[in-house]
């Protein structure tokens, strides 16, 4: 599947972050990772924080002592034709 419709370029480099959403594991091809992070329910933080990314997307934060992960809503970033394909 193609996200906006731009190609993906894979090469020895390429990433594949995978979930389970709704009944299938999809894959998500990225730039990189930076690395594995565990979190608890605690550290979770509603999306009302100012971001430069388009706030339709953040579901919420994870916060841990260093750092603040953004979390995606998975329903958001798809479009209904780009689901069914």
Not at 44 to 59: G, Q
Not at 65 to 82: A, G, Q, S, Y
């Amino acid at each position: 599947m193609r996200l906006y419709n731009l190609k993906s370029i894979q090469d020895v480099d390429t990433k594949v972050i995978v979930v389970f959403w709704k009944q299938n594991y999809i894959g998500f091809l990225v730039d990189d990772i930076l690395g594995i992070q565990h979190f608890s329910e605690e550290q979770y933080e509603e999306s009302d924080r100012e971001t430069h990314i388009l706030k339709d997307y953040i579901k919420g934060f994870m916060k841990s002592e260093e750092d603040i992960t953004i979390v995606l809503d998975i329903d958001k970033i798809f479009t209904l034709e780009e689901e069914k394909s």
